[in-house]
Protein backbone atom coordinates (compact mmCIF):
# COMPACT_ATOMS: atom_id res chain seq x y z
CA UNK A 1 0.00 0.00 0.00
CA UNK A 2 1.31 3.50 -0.95
CA UNK A 3 -0.28 5.76 2.40
CA UNK A 4 -1.13 9.34 0.26
CA UNK A 5 1.34 11.76 1.59
CA UNK A 6 -0.03 14.81 3.91
CA UNK A 7 0.37 18.11 2.08
CA UNK A 8 3.54 19.29 3.36
CA UNK A 9 3.13 22.37 1.40
CA UNK A 10 0.69 24.07 -1.39
CA UNK A 11 1.88 25.36 -5.12
CA UNK A 12 1.89 28.86 -5.70
CA UNK A 13 3.86 29.27 -8.58
CA UNK A 14 4.86 27.46 -11.94
CA UNK A 15 8.53 26.98 -12.82
CA UNK A 16 9.54 28.83 -15.99
CA UNK A 17 7.06 31.22 -15.30
CA UNK A 18 4.81 29.53 -17.26
CA UNK A 19 1.50 28.41 -16.75
CA UNK A 20 1.48 24.32 -16.87
CA UNK A 21 -1.49 23.95 -14.35
CA UNK A 22 -3.84 26.31 -16.70
CA UNK A 23 -2.32 25.02 -19.83
CA UNK A 24 -3.43 20.95 -18.87
CA UNK A 25 -6.47 22.79 -17.35
CA UNK A 26 -6.14 21.57 -13.83
CA UNK A 27 -7.52 23.13 -10.81
CA UNK A 28 -11.09 24.69 -12.18
CA UNK A 29 -14.16 23.66 -10.26
CA UNK A 30 -16.25 24.45 -13.94
CA UNK A 31 -14.35 21.41 -15.45
CA UNK A 32 -14.50 19.27 -12.44
CA UNK A 33 -10.68 19.61 -12.18
CA UNK A 34 -10.79 21.15 -9.41
CA UNK A 35 -8.86 18.17 -7.64
CA UNK A 36 -6.20 17.98 -9.68
CA UNK A 37 -2.73 19.62 -9.98
CA UNK A 38 1.05 19.71 -10.34
CA UNK A 39 3.15 18.31 -7.89
CA UNK A 40 7.00 20.66 -7.54
CA UNK A 41 8.64 17.57 -9.68
CA UNK A 42 6.56 18.39 -12.57
CA UNK A 43 4.06 14.79 -11.39
CA UNK A 44 0.07 14.75 -11.46
CA UNK A 45 -1.54 15.11 -8.18
CA UNK A 46 -4.68 14.37 -6.74
CA UNK A 47 -6.17 15.64 -3.64
CA UNK A 48 -8.66 14.54 -1.35
CA UNK A 49 -9.01 17.02 1.86
CA UNK A 50 -5.98 16.58 3.14
CA UNK A 51 -4.43 13.85 1.12
CA UNK A 52 -3.10 13.76 -2.32
CA UNK A 53 -1.92 11.17 -4.42
CA UNK A 54 1.12 11.19 -6.37
CA UNK A 55 -0.29 9.42 -9.72
CA UNK A 56 3.65 8.77 -10.79
CA UNK A 57 4.58 7.08 -7.73
CA UNK A 58 1.98 4.84 -7.87
CA UNK A 59 2.07 4.01 -10.99
CA UNK A 60 5.63 3.69 -10.58
CA UNK A 61 4.14 0.90 -8.47
CA UNK A 62 1.66 -0.84 -9.83
CA UNK A 63 2.58 -0.77 -13.66
CA UNK A 64 0.01 0.46 -16.33
CA UNK A 65 -2.54 0.28 -17.81
CA UNK A 66 -4.35 1.39 -14.90
CA UNK A 67 -7.46 2.23 -14.30
CA UNK A 68 -7.69 5.02 -10.91
CA UNK A 69 -11.04 5.89 -9.06
CA UNK A 70 -11.48 8.20 -6.42
CA UNK A 71 -14.25 7.40 -4.62
CA UNK A 72 -14.52 10.73 -2.70
CA UNK A 73 -15.42 12.19 -6.12
CA UNK A 74 -18.61 10.46 -6.64
CA UNK A 75 -19.81 11.12 -3.03
CA UNK A 76 -18.84 14.54 -3.39
CA UNK A 77 -21.14 14.77 -6.55
CA UNK A 78 -23.98 13.15 -5.37
CA UNK A 79 -24.24 15.34 -1.89
CA UNK A 80 -23.97 18.62 -4.29
CA UNK A 81 -26.93 17.25 -6.45
CA UNK A 82 -29.05 16.74 -3.91
CA UNK A 83 -28.33 20.26 -2.30
CA UNK A 84 -28.40 21.58 -5.46
CA UNK A 85 -31.76 20.58 -5.60
CA UNK A 86 -32.88 20.94 -2.34
CA UNK A 87 -32.45 24.30 -2.34
CA UNK A 88 -33.91 25.45 -5.32
CA UNK A 89 -37.27 23.76 -4.38
CA UNK A 90 -36.63 26.10 -1.15
CA UNK A 91 -36.21 28.81 -2.95
CA UNK A 92 -38.65 28.81 -5.83
CA UNK A 93 -41.75 27.35 -3.42
CA UNK A 94 -41.55 23.90 -4.93
CA UNK A 95 -44.14 21.32 -3.39
CA UNK A 96 -42.67 17.92 -4.35
CA UNK A 97 -39.41 16.13 -3.12
CA UNK A 98 -36.30 15.55 -5.05
CA UNK A 99 -35.00 11.94 -5.44
CA UNK A 100 -31.73 11.40 -7.34
CA UNK A 101 -31.74 7.64 -8.15
CA UNK A 102 -27.96 6.38 -9.92
CA UNK A 103 -28.27 4.42 -12.94
CA UNK A 104 -26.52 1.19 -12.35
CA UNK A 105 -25.53 0.50 -16.09
CA UNK A 106 -22.89 3.61 -16.29
CA UNK A 107 -20.96 1.55 -13.88
CA UNK A 108 -21.56 -1.26 -11.98
CA UNK A 109 -18.22 -1.50 -9.97
CA UNK A 110 -19.19 -1.95 -6.28
CA UNK A 111 -16.97 0.53 -5.55
CA UNK A 112 -18.72 2.92 -7.73
CA UNK A 113 -22.04 1.88 -6.13
CA UNK A 114 -21.47 1.79 -2.86
CA UNK A 115 -20.40 5.37 -2.20
CA UNK A 116 -23.40 6.91 -4.26
CA UNK A 117 -25.72 5.15 -1.94
CA UNK A 118 -23.83 6.04 1.16
CA UNK A 119 -24.84 9.26 -0.13
CA UNK A 120 -28.35 9.36 -0.52
CA UNK A 121 -28.39 7.43 -3.91
CA UNK A 122 -31.53 5.32 -4.88
CA UNK A 123 -30.99 3.27 -7.40
CA UNK A 124 -32.29 2.86 -11.18
CA UNK A 125 -31.57 -1.35 -12.97
CA UNK A 126 -31.09 -2.23 -16.63
CA UNK A 127 -31.85 -5.92 -16.20
CA UNK A 128 -32.55 -8.56 -13.88
CA UNK A 129 -28.68 -9.18 -13.44
CA UNK A 130 -28.46 -5.76 -11.99
CA UNK A 131 -31.29 -6.16 -9.38
CA UNK A 132 -29.51 -9.41 -8.36
CA UNK A 133 -26.83 -7.04 -7.29
CA UNK A 134 -29.53 -5.10 -5.46
CA UNK A 135 -30.50 -7.78 -3.86
CA UNK A 136 -26.53 -9.13 -2.66
CA UNK A 137 -26.26 -5.34 -1.44
CA UNK A 138 -29.61 -6.24 1.19
CA UNK A 139 -28.28 -9.31 1.83
CA UNK A 140 -24.63 -7.77 2.73
CA UNK A 141 -26.89 -5.18 4.79
CA UNK A 142 -25.31 -2.46 2.04
CA UNK A 143 -28.64 -0.93 1.50
CA UNK A 144 -31.85 0.07 3.58
CA UNK A 145 -35.19 -0.68 2.98
CA UNK A 146 -35.27 3.05 2.38
CA UNK A 147 -33.88 3.35 -0.68
CA UNK A 148 -35.99 2.92 -3.88
CA UNK A 149 -35.40 0.88 -6.96
CA UNK A 150 -36.63 2.01 -10.80
CA UNK A 151 -36.36 -1.27 -12.37
CA UNK A 152 -36.34 -0.30 -16.76
CA UNK A 153 -35.57 -2.48 -19.28
CA UNK A 154 -37.29 -5.38 -21.02
CA UNK A 155 -38.98 -7.26 -18.20
CA UNK A 156 -38.01 -10.76 -18.90
CA UNK A 157 -40.28 -13.35 -16.34
CA UNK A 158 -37.31 -13.88 -14.36
CA UNK A 159 -36.82 -9.96 -13.99
CA UNK A 160 -40.55 -10.00 -12.62
CA UNK A 161 -39.83 -12.93 -10.73
CA UNK A 162 -37.18 -11.24 -8.52
CA UNK A 163 -38.70 -7.65 -8.42
CA UNK A 164 -41.81 -9.71 -6.77
CA UNK A 165 -39.70 -11.67 -4.78
CA UNK A 166 -37.95 -8.26 -3.48
CA UNK A 167 -40.83 -6.46 -2.95
CA UNK A 168 -41.85 -9.32 -0.74
CA UNK A 169 -38.95 -8.42 1.35
CA UNK A 170 -40.42 -5.11 1.76
CA UNK A 171 -37.77 -3.11 -0.66
CA UNK A 172 -39.85 -0.15 -2.82
CA UNK A 173 -38.91 -1.86 -6.34
CA UNK A 174 -40.76 -0.32 -9.17
CA UNK A 175 -41.39 -1.69 -12.40
CA UNK A 176 -41.40 0.56 -15.66
CA UNK A 177 -43.83 -0.15 -17.82
CA UNK A 178 -42.08 -0.27 -21.20
CA UNK A 179 -44.82 -1.68 -23.67
CA UNK A 180 -48.14 -3.65 -23.48
CA UNK A 181 -47.29 -6.99 -23.08
CA UNK A 182 -45.62 -5.70 -19.20
CA UNK A 183 -48.66 -3.73 -18.89
CA UNK A 184 -50.84 -6.79 -19.09
CA UNK A 185 -48.54 -8.67 -16.65
CA UNK A 186 -47.77 -6.10 -14.11
CA UNK A 187 -51.57 -5.22 -13.82
CA UNK A 188 -51.30 -8.22 -11.59
CA UNK A 189 -48.33 -6.60 -9.59
CA UNK A 190 -49.30 -5.73 -5.95
CA UNK A 191 -47.34 -2.05 -5.81
CA UNK A 192 -46.25 1.08 -7.31
CA UNK A 193 -45.87 0.83 -11.13
CA UNK A 194 -44.52 3.99 -13.26
CA UNK A 195 -44.78 3.90 -17.28
CA UNK A 196 -42.54 5.37 -20.12
CA UNK A 197 -43.35 7.84 -22.77
CA UNK A 198 -41.29 8.70 -26.32
CA UNK A 199 -41.44 11.87 -26.21
CA UNK A 200 -41.97 13.80 -29.21
CA UNK A 201 -39.23 16.15 -28.88
CA UNK A 202 -35.83 16.24 -30.25
CA UNK A 203 -32.93 17.05 -28.42
CA UNK A 204 -29.05 17.66 -29.32
CA UNK A 205 -27.21 14.75 -29.05
CA UNK A 206 -25.55 11.36 -29.92
CA UNK A 207 -28.64 9.14 -28.84
CA UNK A 208 -31.17 11.30 -29.41
CA UNK A 209 -32.03 8.88 -32.43
CA UNK A 210 -35.09 9.88 -35.20
CA UNK A 211 -36.27 6.18 -34.06
CA UNK A 212 -36.19 5.35 -30.56
CA UNK A 213 -37.88 2.02 -29.18
CA UNK A 214 -38.39 2.92 -25.34
CA UNK A 215 -41.81 3.24 -23.85
CA UNK A 216 -44.84 4.78 -25.42
CA UNK A 217 -45.79 7.28 -27.48
CA UNK A 218 -47.64 10.48 -26.18
CA UNK A 219 -51.13 9.21 -28.30
CA UNK A 220 -50.86 5.80 -27.23
CA UNK A 221 -50.32 6.89 -23.40
CA UNK A 222 -53.75 8.78 -23.35
CA UNK A 223 -55.50 5.78 -24.92
CA UNK A 224 -54.24 3.58 -22.20
CA UNK A 225 -56.84 5.33 -19.52
CA UNK A 226 -56.36 4.28 -15.95
CA UNK A 227 -53.21 2.03 -15.01
CA UNK A 228 -53.26 -0.15 -11.43
CA UNK A 229 -51.07 1.81 -9.36
CA UNK A 230 -49.38 4.40 -11.47
CA UNK A 231 -47.25 6.64 -9.64
CA UNK A 232 -44.62 7.71 -12.09
CA UNK A 233 -44.00 8.90 -15.72
CA UNK A 234 -40.74 8.11 -17.05
CA UNK A 235 -38.81 9.51 -19.81
CA UNK A 236 -35.30 9.19 -20.35
CA UNK A 237 -34.16 11.09 -23.56
CA UNK A 238 -30.64 10.82 -24.03
CA UNK A 239 -27.24 11.21 -22.71
CA UNK A 240 -24.48 14.05 -22.63
CA UNK A 241 -27.17 16.76 -23.84
CA UNK A 242 -25.54 19.50 -25.05
CA UNK A 243 -27.14 22.43 -23.54
CA UNK A 244 -29.63 23.44 -20.90
CA UNK A 245 -32.71 23.72 -23.02
CA UNK A 246 -32.05 20.36 -24.10
CA UNK A 247 -33.00 18.98 -21.21
CA UNK A 248 -35.67 21.89 -19.81
CA UNK A 249 -38.05 21.55 -23.03
CA UNK A 250 -38.89 17.52 -22.08
CA UNK A 251 -39.28 18.34 -18.61
CA UNK A 252 -42.07 21.06 -19.93
CA UNK A 253 -43.56 18.64 -22.52
CA UNK A 254 -43.59 15.66 -20.07
CA UNK A 255 -45.53 17.93 -17.38
CA UNK A 256 -48.29 18.86 -19.92
CA UNK A 257 -48.57 14.72 -20.61
CA UNK A 258 -48.64 14.12 -16.85
CA UNK A 259 -51.53 16.56 -15.82
CA UNK A 260 -53.90 14.43 -18.86
CA UNK A 261 -52.67 11.52 -17.43
CA UNK A 262 -53.57 12.82 -13.85
CA UNK A 263 -57.32 12.91 -14.69
CA UNK A 264 -57.58 9.24 -15.10
CA UNK A 265 -54.60 8.37 -12.79
CA UNK A 266 -55.02 10.08 -9.33
CA UNK A 267 -52.21 8.51 -7.87
CA UNK A 268 -49.75 9.49 -10.25
CA UNK A 269 -47.45 11.81 -8.28
CA UNK A 270 -44.07 12.20 -9.49
CA UNK A 271 -41.98 12.89 -12.79
CA UNK A 272 -38.74 11.19 -13.83
CA UNK A 273 -36.70 12.67 -16.11
CA UNK A 274 -34.21 9.72 -16.72
CA UNK A 275 -30.60 11.07 -17.40
CA UNK A 276 -28.51 13.00 -19.83
CA UNK A 277 -26.72 15.63 -18.17
CA UNK A 278 -23.18 16.30 -19.80
CA UNK A 279 -20.24 16.20 -18.22
CA UNK A 280 -17.47 18.67 -19.68
CA UNK A 281 -14.99 16.09 -21.46
CA UNK A 282 -13.36 18.59 -23.28
CA UNK A 283 -11.82 21.31 -20.80
CA UNK A 284 -11.30 24.02 -23.27
CA UNK A 285 -14.75 24.93 -23.97
CA UNK A 286 -17.48 26.46 -21.77
CA UNK A 287 -19.96 23.85 -20.25
CA UNK A 288 -23.54 24.66 -18.47
CA UNK A 289 -22.82 24.06 -14.83
CA UNK A 290 -25.26 22.04 -13.17
CA UNK A 291 -26.21 24.45 -10.96
CA UNK A 292 -28.23 27.14 -13.71
CA UNK A 293 -28.87 23.58 -14.58
CA UNK A 294 -30.61 22.27 -11.51
CA UNK A 295 -32.19 25.98 -11.30
CA UNK A 296 -33.98 25.88 -15.08
CA UNK A 297 -35.41 22.09 -14.29
CA UNK A 298 -37.25 23.55 -10.68
CA UNK A 299 -38.23 26.28 -12.16
CA UNK A 300 -39.88 24.69 -15.15
CA UNK A 301 -41.36 22.70 -13.33
CA UNK A 302 -43.23 25.04 -10.85
CA UNK A 303 -43.98 27.31 -13.94
CA UNK A 304 -45.57 24.47 -16.16
CA UNK A 305 -47.44 22.63 -13.19
CA UNK A 306 -48.84 26.10 -11.76
CA UNK A 307 -50.05 26.93 -15.24
CA UNK A 308 -51.71 23.62 -15.57
CA UNK A 309 -53.48 24.03 -12.27
CA UNK A 310 -51.57 20.58 -10.53
CA UNK A 311 -49.89 19.72 -7.92
CA UNK A 312 -46.16 19.83 -7.71
CA UNK A 313 -45.14 16.30 -8.46
CA UNK A 314 -42.08 14.51 -7.05
CA UNK A 315 -39.24 14.85 -9.62
CA UNK A 316 -36.38 11.91 -9.77
CA UNK A 317 -33.24 12.26 -11.84
CA UNK A 318 -31.07 9.67 -12.85
CA UNK A 319 -28.12 11.47 -13.98
CA UNK A 320 -25.62 8.91 -14.51
CA UNK A 321 -22.46 10.15 -16.14
CA UNK A 322 -22.55 13.65 -14.85
CA UNK A 323 -21.90 11.72 -11.51
CA UNK A 324 -19.44 9.52 -12.05
CA UNK A 325 -17.78 9.86 -15.36
CA UNK A 326 -14.95 12.56 -13.04
CA UNK A 327 -14.41 10.04 -10.92
CA UNK A 328 -12.05 7.59 -12.43
CA UNK A 329 -8.67 8.17 -14.66
CA UNK A 330 -7.36 5.86 -17.20
CA UNK A 331 -3.40 5.62 -17.21
CA UNK A 332 -0.82 4.49 -19.99
CA UNK A 333 2.43 4.12 -20.27
CA UNK A 334 4.16 5.37 -23.84
CA UNK A 335 5.64 2.13 -25.64
CA UNK A 336 7.17 3.75 -28.78
CA UNK A 337 7.13 6.95 -31.12
CA UNK A 338 6.69 6.51 -34.92
CA UNK A 339 6.02 9.28 -37.65
CA UNK A 340 2.74 9.74 -38.92
CA UNK A 341 3.10 9.75 -42.74
CA UNK A 342 1.19 12.50 -44.16
CA UNK A 343 0.12 14.15 -41.44
CA UNK A 344 2.36 17.08 -41.01
CA UNK A 345 4.32 17.00 -37.72
CA UNK A 346 2.22 14.45 -35.87
CA UNK A 347 3.92 11.41 -34.54
CA UNK A 348 1.95 7.91 -33.16
CA UNK A 349 2.79 7.23 -29.35
CA UNK A 350 1.90 4.02 -29.08
CA UNK A 351 0.62 2.68 -25.48
CA UNK A 352 0.64 -0.35 -23.41
CA UNK A 353 -3.41 -0.56 -23.50
CA UNK A 354 -5.94 -0.77 -25.99
CA UNK A 355 -8.90 1.99 -26.38
CA UNK A 356 -10.63 0.12 -28.29
CA UNK A 357 -11.22 -2.70 -25.74
CA UNK A 358 -10.88 -0.46 -22.17
CA UNK A 359 -11.82 3.07 -23.47
CA UNK A 360 -14.60 1.96 -26.02
CA UNK A 361 -16.71 4.83 -26.78
CA UNK A 362 -13.24 6.08 -28.08
CA UNK A 363 -13.98 3.56 -31.22
CA UNK A 364 -17.96 3.65 -31.45
CA UNK A 365 -18.78 7.13 -30.28
CA UNK A 366 -15.64 9.01 -31.27
CA UNK A 367 -15.68 9.89 -27.89
CA UNK A 368 -13.53 13.33 -27.24
CA UNK A 369 -11.45 12.88 -23.75
CA UNK A 370 -9.09 15.16 -22.24
CA UNK A 371 -5.75 13.74 -22.48
CA UNK A 372 -2.56 14.83 -20.24
CA UNK A 373 0.82 13.75 -18.72
CA UNK A 374 1.22 12.24 -15.71
CA UNK A 375 5.14 13.12 -15.41
CA UNK A 376 7.34 15.85 -16.79
CA UNK A 377 4.03 17.90 -16.91
CA UNK A 378 5.99 21.37 -17.16
CA UNK A 379 8.59 20.05 -20.07
CA UNK A 380 7.79 22.96 -22.29
CA UNK A 381 9.08 20.83 -25.36
CA UNK A 382 5.75 19.46 -26.70
CA UNK A 383 4.85 16.82 -29.40
CA UNK A 384 1.49 17.02 -31.52
CA UNK A 385 0.41 13.78 -31.09
CA UNK A 386 -2.17 10.78 -32.08
CA UNK A 387 -2.12 7.67 -29.48
CA UNK A 388 -2.20 4.24 -30.96
CA UNK A 389 -3.78 1.36 -28.62
CA UNK A 390 -1.90 -1.82 -28.26
CA UNK A 391 -3.99 -4.15 -30.21
CA UNK A 392 -3.66 -4.70 -33.69
CA UNK A 393 -6.53 -3.09 -35.24
CA UNK A 394 -5.93 -0.04 -37.22
CA UNK A 395 -9.40 1.64 -35.38
CA UNK A 396 -7.62 1.32 -31.76
CA UNK A 397 -6.53 4.87 -31.92
CA UNK A 398 -7.31 8.39 -30.47
CA UNK A 399 -6.60 11.69 -32.49
CA UNK A 400 -8.71 14.09 -30.98
CA UNK A 401 -10.97 13.81 -34.16
CA UNK A 402 -8.27 14.07 -36.52
CA UNK A 403 -6.40 16.79 -34.84
CA UNK A 404 -3.91 16.04 -31.78
CA UNK A 405 -3.47 15.96 -28.43
CA UNK A 406 -0.25 17.63 -26.96
CA UNK A 407 1.94 15.87 -24.90
CA UNK A 408 5.90 15.91 -24.11
CA UNK A 409 8.50 14.64 -26.12
CA UNK A 410 9.71 11.84 -25.33
CA UNK A 411 13.13 12.06 -23.30
CA UNK A 412 15.04 9.57 -21.11
CA UNK A 413 12.61 7.24 -18.42
CA UNK A 414 9.21 6.49 -18.87
CA UNK A 415 6.35 8.61 -20.36
CA UNK A 416 2.99 8.21 -18.42
CA UNK A 417 -0.35 9.71 -19.92
CA UNK A 418 -3.53 9.98 -18.47
CA UNK A 419 -6.82 10.11 -19.49
CA UNK A 420 -9.50 12.18 -17.37
CA UNK A 421 -13.33 11.54 -16.82
CA UNK A 422 -13.21 7.61 -17.78
CA UNK A 423 -15.72 6.59 -15.00
CA UNK A 424 -19.04 6.56 -17.26
CA UNK A 425 -19.69 3.26 -19.09
CA UNK A 426 -16.34 2.04 -20.79
CA UNK A 427 -16.14 -0.72 -17.63
CA UNK A 428 -19.10 -3.00 -18.79
CA UNK A 429 -18.27 -2.18 -22.25
CA UNK A 430 -14.95 -3.37 -22.05
CA UNK A 431 -13.88 -6.28 -24.56
CA UNK A 432 -10.55 -7.85 -25.08
CA UNK A 433 -9.56 -7.74 -28.55
CA UNK A 434 -6.29 -9.19 -29.00
CA UNK A 435 -6.95 -10.75 -26.20
CA UNK A 436 -4.99 -8.06 -24.03
CA UNK A 437 -5.78 -8.06 -20.20
CA UNK A 438 -7.74 -5.39 -19.04
CA UNK A 439 -6.27 -2.65 -17.19
CA UNK A 440 -5.28 -2.97 -13.05
CA UNK A 441 -8.18 -1.03 -11.09
CA UNK A 442 -7.12 1.10 -8.26
CA UNK A 443 -9.47 3.08 -5.76
CA UNK A 444 -7.82 5.60 -3.97
CA UNK A 445 -9.41 6.58 -0.64
CA UNK A 446 -8.96 7.75 2.83
CA UNK A 447 -5.29 8.51 1.21
CA UNK A 448 -4.77 4.44 0.80
CA UNK A 449 -4.32 2.77 -2.76
CA UNK A 450 -5.95 -0.39 -2.74
CA UNK A 451 -6.24 -3.24 -5.55
CA UNK A 452 -10.11 -3.35 -6.55
CA UNK A 453 -9.25 -5.60 -9.36
CA UNK A 454 -5.89 -7.32 -10.33
CA UNK A 455 -4.47 -6.86 -13.76
CA UNK A 456 -5.91 -9.72 -15.68
CA UNK A 457 -2.87 -12.74 -16.18
CA UNK A 458 -2.62 -14.32 -19.50
CA UNK A 459 -4.34 -17.61 -17.05
CA UNK A 460 -7.55 -15.51 -16.93
CA UNK A 461 -7.74 -14.52 -20.29
CA UNK A 462 -7.22 -17.65 -21.54
CA UNK A 463 -9.91 -18.69 -19.29
CA UNK A 464 -12.96 -16.65 -20.97
CA UNK A 465 -12.41 -18.20 -23.85
CA UNK A 466 -12.49 -21.93 -22.46
CA UNK A 467 -8.65 -22.56 -22.72
C1 LIG B 1 -28.64 5.29 -19.54
C2 LIG B 1 -29.78 5.75 -18.73
C3 LIG B 1 -29.59 6.72 -17.73
C4 LIG B 1 -28.28 7.44 -17.50
O1 LIG B 1 -28.01 8.36 -18.50
P1 LIG B 1 -26.82 9.43 -18.33
O2 LIG B 1 -26.76 10.10 -19.64
O3 LIG B 1 -25.60 8.65 -18.01
O4 LIG B 1 -27.20 10.36 -17.25
C5 LIG B 1 -30.68 7.05 -16.96
N1 LIG B 1 -31.89 6.48 -17.15
C6 LIG B 1 -32.11 5.54 -18.12
C7 LIG B 1 -33.45 4.96 -18.28
C8 LIG B 1 -31.06 5.15 -18.94
O5 LIG B 1 -31.28 4.25 -19.89
Given amino acids: MVAGKKIVRMETTTKNGKGFRKMWRLGFEEVNTSHFDISPDDELVVREGNYQYNIFDIIKKYGTSTEILFPTIIENRVRDLLETFNAYIKVLGYKGRFFYHYPMKVNQNKEFVLPAVAEGANLEVASANELFLVKRMIEQDKFTNRIRVICNGPKTERYIQLIEELRGKGLTVIPIIEDYVELERLSKFSG??????????????????????????????????????????HYHISSQVESIDGLVAPVKRALELFSKMKLKNPGLDTLDIGGGAGVPYNKYKNFYSSKNLVQRIVKTAKQTC??????????????????????????????????????????WYVVDGSFMNDLIDTWALKQKWHVIPVNNMRNPKLERVWLAGSSCDSDDKYTNGGSHVLLPRLEEGPQFVAFLDTGAYQDSLASHHCLLSSPLKLIASNGEIKVARKRETPEDVGRLFGW
Avoid at 197 to 202: A, P, R, T
Avoid at 311 to 325: D, F, M, Q, T
Fill in 192 to 233: EVGIRVDLSIKVKSHWDKRFNRFGFTEDELLKLGKIRNLTIL
Fill in 306 to 347: DALGIKHPNLIVEWGRYVVAPAQITVYRVLAEKDVNNKGKNK
